[in-house]
């Protein structure tokens, strides 16, 4: 009964809204004015901007990422065998391939 009178029919799309209401939920007129309110869902090209600011965001770190992955890579194997023969003589090789790094 309550909330049969709070309740109105829209004029523009037949839903029940409330008798308070002033912009439909539904149809989004103002029912004082009967302009439709214009969607703030303008999210296509937000989105659009996001997803090509990810795609620059992954390329720029796929090229960071990969040289460190490639020094990292060439480091270790340049590091973990034992240059037989070449610094049998010399008291620490991964020194060396530091400092020749650097
Ligand atoms: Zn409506």
């Given at each position: 009964m309550t909330i049969v009178d709070e309740l109105k029919k829209?004029?523009?799309?037949a839903e029940s809204i409330k008798?308070?209401?002033?912009?439909?939920?539904?149809?989004?007129?103002?029912?004082?004015?009967g302009v439709s309110i214009a969607k703030p869902e303008k999210s296509e090209p937000i989105k659009a901007k996001s997803g090509v600011m990810d795609g620059v965001r992954i390329g720029f770190g796929i090229f960071i990422v990969l040289p460190i992955l490639l020094i990292i890579v060439v480091m270790v194997v340049f590091a973990s065998?034992?240059?037989?023969?070449?610094?049998?003589?010399?008291?620490s090789p991964p020194m060396t391939t530091q400092a020749m790094n650097q």
């Open positions: 829209c004029p523009y799309c008798r308070e209401a002033v912009v439909c939920r539904f149809c989004r007129i103002n029912l004082k004015t065998p034992p240059s037989i023969g070449k610094s049998a003589s010399e008291v």
